[in-house]
């Protein structure tokens, strides 16, 4: 069985022990992302915005196990979150297919299944509460350095196809043009 594993953060340079085979392709479906989850070690991290219209190409790679079980639950350990943050998408299962833009993609990639990770937005404390661009610069510019650095790393090791708004922001503000491989 064919199954995706969808990516456009820390998954890509840091999959840790995820069972997933290691080159990631560039060309995953086009989704809303964006640099709106902040970390308690300081970074703002990529997340799905539903609401926003602006999207980016996410990269995907294929898991190394057999089910879909096994791959959601890698992932959900490798996230080090609740099954309500990881979602799937299956052949298997229409009903569960409301995500209209992953199918397609899906079945054009020709994959049985596709699983990825849904944590929500969140800023200042609040599940859900998006930064502004504005809020999200005074941030990390206030951020002590140590955790200014790991929010700096993180925004540079983002692959480079994730061009947000708020990257190019940051870019222009700090300066933190992409490192990553990819």
């Known amino acids: 069985m064919k199954i995706a594993c969808l990516g456009w953060g820390s998954l890509i340079w840091d999959p840790r022990e995820l069972p997933i085979q290691k080159h990631w392709f560039n060309n995953g479906p086009f989704l809303p992302i964006e640099f709106a989850r902040q970390s308690n070690n300081g970074r703002l991290t990529l997340v799905i915005i539903p609401e926003s219209i602006s999207t980016v190409q ?48 899906a079945e054009n990639a020709n994959v049985e299944a596709v ?13 859900g509460n998006i930064p502004t661009i504005d809020e999200a610069i005074i941030y990390l510019r206030q951020l ?39």
């Open 58 to 105: 996410s990269l995907w790679t294929l898991f190394s196990v057999p089910t879909t079980d096994q791959a959601f639950e890698a992932l959900r350990r490798r996230e080090n979150t609740s099954s309500g943050n990881i979602a799937m998408w299956s052949k298997a299962n229409p009903k569960n297919n409301n995500q209209r833009d992953i199918s397609k993609w």
């Open 115 to 127: 699983i990825w990770t849904v944590l929500p937005p969140k800023f200042n404390g609040i599940d």
């Open 144 to 182: 002590p350095l140590e955790k200014k650095n790991k929010a700096e790393e993180y925004v540079r090791m983002a692959p480079r196809q994730v061009k947000t708004p708020y990257r190019r922001h940051f870019e222009t503000e700090f300066g933190w043009t992409p490192q990553g491989n990819i």
